[in-house]
């Protein structure tokens, strides 16, 4: 029986779940837009074996979101997770976050799936998969526009969501595009079947050499002049 720990801190939803043979154990999360996982996350991973009854000797991998997504909550499940993996001596396993948001949504067979991330501006991170959740597009960051995803087939319909969809209304009204409000943040409950099939696969990270996928550079923006 393998038991696996989840961390999702890619955006301001901050989660973690246990598995054990690719079934949840136990889910905590909240969602914040102060993006206070550093607060939270210890006290979120300590809940979720108390829920469970285990400790974490009973582990045998961590999985963590590895991005794309906030740089700072990534930086934060990352280490954390790189963490327990060195203390225990466990295996890493890295999930992609868009992956992970596409398990809260079943599709139709003639869909083509959009999960994306707000970025900055008009910008997006996404991932474009098939109905049958298989990547067709390597993830990207996107400026959105008219021509963005005009390499895909519109003889299917597309379906928009995350919390990067909102500002592809204004760009895409056209009748094969759907939209999907009410999947915007990734879970690690969505982390389980990703990371279960990665463990079995050993598929695993190279932990000392690991880091976030953070798509972009990190940016600081320039400070505000004095009057």
């Given at each position: 029986?393998?038991?696996?720990?989840?961390?999702?801190?890619?955006?301001?939803?901050?989660?973690?779940?246990?598995?054990?043979?690719?079934?949840?154990?136990?889910?905590?999360?909240?969602?914040?837009?102060?993006?206070?996982?550093?607060?939270?996350?210890h006290g979120f991973i300590q809940q979720v074996f108390e829920k469970a009854n285990l400790n974490l000797s009973d582990l045998d991998a961590v999985a963590v979101s590895k991005g794309p997504g906030s740089y700072t909550g990534l930086r934060i499940g990352v280490a954390a997770a790189k963490g327990i993996c060195f203390a225990l001596?466990?295996?890493?396993?890295?999930?992609?976050?868009?992956?992970?948001?596409?398990?809260?949504?079943?599709?139709?067979s003639n869909e083509i799936l959009f999960p994306m991330f707000d970025a900055r501006r008009m910008e997006v991170y996404s991932l474009v998969l098939n109905n049958k959740k298989e990547i067709i597009r390597e993830t990207s960051a996107d400026i959105i526009t008219e021509d963005t995803f005009m390499d895909f087939a519109k003889d299917k319909t597309w379906v928009f969501f995350g919390s990067g969809a909102e500002k592809c209304k204004s760009i895409f009204t056209v009748e094969h595009i759907k939209y999907i409000d009410d999947i915007q943040h990734p879970s690690a409950s969505g982390m389980i079947p990703l990371a279960e099939k990665a463990?079995?696969?050993?598929?695993?990270?190279?932990?000392?050499?690991?880091?976030?996928?953070?798509?972009?550079?990190?940016?600081?923006?320039?400070?505000?002049?004095?009057?």
């Open positions: 029986m393998n038991t696996i720990l989840h961390i999702e801190t890619a955006t301001k939803n901050c989660s973690v779940a246990l598995s054990r043979n690719g079934k949840q154990v136990a889910l905590v999360e909240k969602f914040s837009m102060e993006y206070s996982h550093s607060e939270q996350l001596d466990l295996p890493l396993l890295g999930v992609n976050s868009l992956q992970v948001i596409t398990e809260n949504y079943q599709p139709l463990f079995k696969e050993s598929a695993f990270e190279d932990l000392a050499y690991f880091e976030p996928f953070y798509l972009k550079e990190f940016y600081t923006p320039p400070p505000k002049k004095k009057k």
